[in-house]
């Protein structure tokens, strides 16, 4: 199979009016990556060696977006929209190369996986020139049936144009096929339009494919591999497939985690193994974790990455850019963004630090604020190895603390603070005895009139 080639033509050229929204249908995310973007890494993982893109609506916006997701893809464009054999013909160009295998599938069904595709391309390199991919729904009502003669698929059949014996068919058609490249534009030419919405339909395929002499059969994908997405509700179904099926991949892989169903990853999301993860967790794209990390509940993680023996939360907001050495503590209600926090370094609670390096061993007390940004620049603050900032203190960047330094309680720090040295920036406190009880009285009159 690795010796044959293989394109695979990704439909994603419609309007998706019932998802009610001016971002394409297949942009929606799930995990964080557009729903098309799911499908072209299952063609990816099943072999294909080149990705066409047919597109519509929002070309510009579509063309944008698989310049990240999929920077080789062609793109081409259907218009007008006359049918599922119309839109795979509109890569007429990429589908003449002479492919071994062509795949064809649709950008609003993510959660296909490469098994489902494999079996289909082995099928093709076993002789067959067509591959139906077929799929057992929980009610068969309003999919057409595979129909099936002595091991080979001779038609599909719309449940409106089915015998009552037809309807009792579980077997259903889930769109996506395979199609031998040698036998492909033949094919596809031969689709007529002689139909009530006078478009053509790829389904047509099988039985031209059958009064040729040629092969065609059928393949089985799980019922959730075959889903497509029309609206938000369902989007919202496969979402949580997706999350329930990576959750237990994350347990199967070594990690704990102690309530499943509330910990949400991204599509990149890597944990090592003897991580645990607590209740209330959310993985936002880019995050990184070692193995033996202790992840504790309501923290949100984005673009970060954490050595083992790192410690996260209660209540973490870890952005991107924030490293955490080797057995490093990032506390309860602690913002971290753009900075390193070196081994055993310690950021315990209500504290940010954004743009900056907390050395070796350092300890940041609560209330600590690193201010990085004059309203126009970002400016960096460096704190050195063993270094103590105490409780309430404002770091005024740029600035550098070095090893061992040490700044009192409640200090606005505007300048360095050489190594081992200790910082006062704060105001002398006066106290004066009585006027406490003073200014509440003037208070308390000022308040009767």
Known sequence: MTSRT??????????????????????????????????VKAAEAAGATDLALVIGHGADEMRKAAAKFAPGAGTFVQEPRLGTAHAVLAAR??????????????????????????????????????????????????YGRLIEKAG???????EKDCTDEERKIGFCN?????????????????????????????TDIVEIAGAKGLDVVATEAGFENALGINNRAELAEAEAIWQKRRRQQAMLSGVTLIAPETVYFSHDTELGPDTVVEPNVVFGPGVKIAGGVKIHAFSHIEGATAAT???????????????????????????????RIEA???????????????????????GTITCNYD?????????????????????????????????ASGSVITEDVPEDALAFGRARQKTLPGKGKELRARQASAAKK
């Open 309 to 339: 023996g790192a410690d996260i939360g209660p209540f973490a907001r870890l952005r991107p850019g924030a490293d955490l050495a080797a057995k490093a503590k990032v506390g309860n209600f602690v913002e971290v963004k753009n900075a």
């Open 93 to 142: 160009d990429a589908v003449a190369k002479g492919y071994d295998d062509i795949l064809v599938m649709f950008g609003d069904t993510p959660l296909i996986d490469a098994a489902a595709l494999g079996e289909a391309r082995a099928k093709l390199a076993a002789g067959a020139a067509v591959v139906v991919i077929g799929f057992r729904p929980p009610s068969p009502a309003g």
């Open 152 to 158: 080979k698929l001779v038609a599909i059949r719309e």
């Open 174 to 202: 889930a769109g996506m096929m395979a199609v031998s490249g040698r036998h492909a534009l033949e094919l596809l030419d031969a689709v007529g339009n002689a139909n009530a919405k006078g478009e053509y339909y790829l």
């Open 344 to 366: 055993g370094a310690k950021v315990n609670h209500l504290t940010y630090i954004g743009d900056a390096r907390i050395g070796a061993g350092a300890n940041i007390g609560a």
């Open 375 to 407: 309203g126009y620049s970002k400016f960096f603050t460096d704190i050195g190895e063993g270094a103590f900032v105490g409780s309430n203190s404002s770091l005024v960047a740029p600035l550098k603390l070095g090893n061992g330094a040490y700044v």
């Open 6 to 39: 293989c394109l695979s033509v990704i439909l994603a050229a419609g309007e998706g009016t019932r998802m009610k929204s001016a971002l394409p249908k297949v942009l929606h995310p799930i995990a964080g990556l557009p729903l098309v973007a799911h499908v």
